[in-house]
């Protein structure tokens, strides 16, 4: 099963949380950008040779919509015809309020993209404003409505909590408008200060005021509480789906699954191997021109170091992680393998396990990072 991932690295301008590989002002580059794009994935199709059946296809950014529909057919397009599409593929784009329409939704649509995952973050013009977004609120309900009526039937729509002003009141009309407006999945990230951004510049000076732990702790059960009473089940600590639409290329990331990259700044693993590619678009376009290698950092992973990251990712999924197939993977029995570390965890009621999965309990949930660091 081959996962391919495409990085549109261009927005129209920076938020103020945003650590991602983009860049805005760049519109120029974006007609080579993407032919450079399908000289990569060329590459890939060609290394696979027939062996190249595709079970999912995602286009995150970066803002992939910020790219003509023209554009983006064209890559769609482009790529079927050098890889197989599994009947049923999973084809997912990243797109932001305000920078699609519904004609180009209607050509995304007809092409094949069958999954849209909208960054929405809030339905509260405030906090939009404070987390530098350029839409409004008015904006994404909009986008949510048209991606219906050009025949998504599988929309995601992100939420972020934690935002400057965001209160468990402010939290609960967001989610509520999100659910009214029919999405099948939810992604709803906490906001995370990542160094070099302008928001942790902010909190640092003091220009905002942050929810601070209760009221995430209230924000997290009104979280709990509008995803059970909508049948969104939670498969993962951020993710959240109806039955059926959990998103199956981000579950393979969790699995720790192999899956292929293209594009400035993406990162690929693929038998043990991770590779990251230059994060400059400029040079990007300039080596595939050249034809150079675009890798500029790469790892073999050890059969312990992939063990100890496939049990991490997959712990972060509601199921956990399948002792079975770790043993079957790598020969390594987990639970002796983290002895009395695990013992510890399991004993906390931090850690549960049963004949096939190890897990976090409902009291370990809150602090899985901490949890997973122990096991790192
Ligand atoms: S739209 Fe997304 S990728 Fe672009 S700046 Fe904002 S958070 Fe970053």
């Not at 899956?259 to 700044?265: D, E, L, N, Q, V």
Request: glycine content about 8%; hydrophobic content about 35%.
């Amino acid at each position: 099963m081959i996962y391919l991932y495409l990085h549109i690295p261009f927005c129209v301008s920076k938020c103020s949380y945003c650590s991602f590989n983009s860049y805005p002002g760049r519109e120029l580059l974006y007609k080579d950008y993407v032919d450079a794009l399908k000289k990569e994935i060329a590459s890939i199709a060609g290394v696979l040779g027939k062996n190249n059946r595709l079970t999912s296809l995602f286009i995150g950014g970066g803002t992939p919509t910020v790219l003509s529909s023209g554009l983006l057919v064209d890559l769609v397009q482009y790529t079927k015809t050098v890889f197989n599409f599994e009947c049923g593929a999973e084809v997912s784009i990243e797109a932001n309020p305000g920078t699609v329409n519904q004609e180009s939704l209607e050509e995304l649509s007809s092409c094949g993209v069958n999954r849209i995952s909208l960054g929405v973050q809030s339905f509260d013009d405030g906090e939009l404003v404070k987390a530098g977004r350029r839409h409004t609120a008015k904006e994404a309900e909009n986008a949510v409505r048209m991606a219906v009526e050009s025949g998504f039937s599988n929309i995601n729509i992100d939420l972020m909590s934690g935002l400057p002003g965001q209160t468990g009141a402010s939290w609960r009309k967001s989610l509520e408008k999100a659910v009214s407006l029919g999405p099948q999945h939810l992604s709803l990230y906490e906001l995370m200060f990542e160094p070099g951004t302008l928001m942790t510049r902010f909190k640092r000076e003091n220009k905002f005021s942050f929810p601070d732990e209760d009221e995430l702790e209230k924000i997290d059960g009104i979280t709990g509480q509008i995803c059970a009473e909508n049948e969104f089940s939670q498969y993962e600590i951020s993710n959240y789906a109806r039955f059926g639409f959990e998103c199956r290329h981000n579950i393979n990331y969790w699995l720790n699954g192999d899956y292929f990259a293209a594009g400035a700044g993406s990162v690929s693993y693929f038998n043990g191997r991770r590779e990251k590619r230059i994060d400059s678009p400029e040079e990007y376009i300039a080596r595939i021109r050249r034809n150079r290698t675009v890798v500029e950092e790469s790892e073999n992973l050890s059969r312990e170091k992939s063990f100890r990251e496939t049990v991490i990712m997959g712990l972060r999924m509601k199921r956990g992680v399948s002792l079975s197939v770790v043993r079957e993977r790598y020969g390594i029995e987990a639970l002796s393998y983290y002895g009395e570390t695990l013992k510890k965890l399991l004993a906390l009621e931090l850690l549960e396990v049963d004949k096939e999965y190890l897990r976090l309990t409902e009291k370990g949930w809150p602090l899985a990072n901490s949890i997973m660091a122990e096991l790192v």
